[in-house]
């Protein structure tokens, strides 16, 4: 007897079979459009069903670890968009760290910056 195995996806695993395009991409503007994208989804985006903390969270390894979780996630596009769109104050959002409303490249950890610039 033959078994036939299915190779998976975490990506395109997430995407339930009647998303259309719109409903993954078009911004979702506000919190409550995004809860109900989640909704329609009807599968757990990564931010549902992992720790919400860490999507908020002050060490700069948790947050590259929210952000790799958002690289899963069928709206990324559509929450990116959104969330630069609210200028979102804080947060990991469709996989970028957003400070004080921008998106910036990495967290910077705790402490108070060098009085001199560092020589490499
Ligand atoms: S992209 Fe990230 S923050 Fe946005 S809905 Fe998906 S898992 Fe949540």
Redesign the pocket.
Known sequence: MQIETHATSPTTDLIPPDATEDTLTAPLTTLTA?DEA?ERLGVA????SYDPEV?FAEAPADVEY?KS??QT????DA??AG?KDRREPWG????ELFVQGVVVPRKRPRGRPRKNPVVA
């Open positions: 995004l989640i985006v990564p931010c549902r999507f929210a979780l958002c996630c069928p709206l990324r929450c990116l969330a990991v959002w469709g996989g």
